[in-house]
């Protein structure tokens, strides 16, 4: 038996994992060949034929699971019957399309599940590098590769703030990011794509914190992320340090998030908050 995959919620992430690599197995079937690409409105980001196909075996493959559960999907129509039903798988199947378009290996297939409106599982996998990040309330947090098996994962506990690592976006770099970079006094930084992925880099300790200012991530960018990042001791919260709940009605993060080691935490949120006032950034 796999590592995390016993006890309660082992059926689920145990589906979750095979889901995942069937999906990662779809859009690498087209990675590096000629893509359809389109912009479902001007400020999403693109999507491809390998976006489709990997929420085809996903989505296909928890209903004929899980009936009963509800879903949520960023490339399938939300029919909001999900708001009724305690346990919603959400679902991002490439999150990260503009790595997969530009060829770059920064994507992933994410496959969460909130249960009462908290991210309970996650399944974060890399098809490009056969890199699987997995856990389950209870369970920790797993990392397996197909040359050293599952390895348990933990977080570090830098918080000395300008010892800290950051994780930021390979694409959506603003001036307001590079002001607080300077007020936190960061000196390292890795830039991938996928909230994932830089995820991944966290509870690898390759990373010790994520700062994402913009409202541009929904659900299905962050629940199964932050059900990983929990089980390996982070926390993930908005930028006013505010736990977010799933399965509502609005799918996006409109505060920003910020994703840490868990033992910073605390004082990341309170370092922002005056860099948030100057910016005239209040919460909604």
């Not at 679902?91 to 249960?115: E, H, K, R, W, Y």
């Not at 997995?134 to 797993?142: D, K, N, P, S, V």
Request: glycine fraction near 10%.
């Amino acid at each position: 038996m796999n590592p995390g995959l016993a006890g309660p919620f082992a059926r689920e992430l145990g589906v979750a994992v095979r889901l995942a690599r069937a999906a990662g197995a779809a859009a690498l079937a087209h990675y590096g060949g000629p893509l359809h690409i389109v912009h479902k409105s001007e400020n999403d980001d693109p999507v491809t034929q390998a976006d489709h196909a990997a929420n085809d075996v996903i989505v296909r493959g928890l209903q004929a699971e899980f009936p009963a559960d509800g879903l949520l999907s960023e490339e399938s129509v939300d029919t909001v019957r999900r708001l009724d039903l305690a346990r919603v798988w959400i679902i991002d199947p490439l999150d990260g399309t503009n790595g997969f378009i530009s060829g770059n290996g920064d994507f992933a297939v994410q496959i969460g599940l909130a249960v009462a409106g908290a991210a309970a599982l996650g399944v974060v996998y890399l098809p490009d590098t056969d890199v699987l990040y997995y856990a389950a309330r209870g369970h920790g947090a797993w990392v397996a590769r197909a040359e050293t098996g599952a390895e348990r994962l933990q977080v570090s506990t830098e918080t000395d703030l300008p010892r800290m690592r950051l994780a930021v976006s390979r694409t959506h770099r603003s001036p307001k990011m590079d002001t607080v970079v300077r007020a936190f006094g960061f000196k390292e930084e890795v830039a991938r794509g996928s909230v994932g992925i830089k995820i991944g880099l966290i509870v690898e300790r390759q990373c010790d914190l994520y700062i994402h200012l913009s409202a541009r991530t929904k659900q299905w960018d962050t629940c199964a992320p932050e059900a990983i990042l929990k089980e390996a001791g982070g926390r993930l919260t908005d930028l006013w340090g505010v736990a977010y709940r799933y399965n509502t009605e609005d799918v996006q993060n409109r505060n920003g998030l910020v994703a840490t080691n868990g033992a910073a935490h605390p004082a990341v949120v309170a370092r922002l908050a005056p860099i948030l006032a100057g910016f005239g950034r209040k919460r909604v």
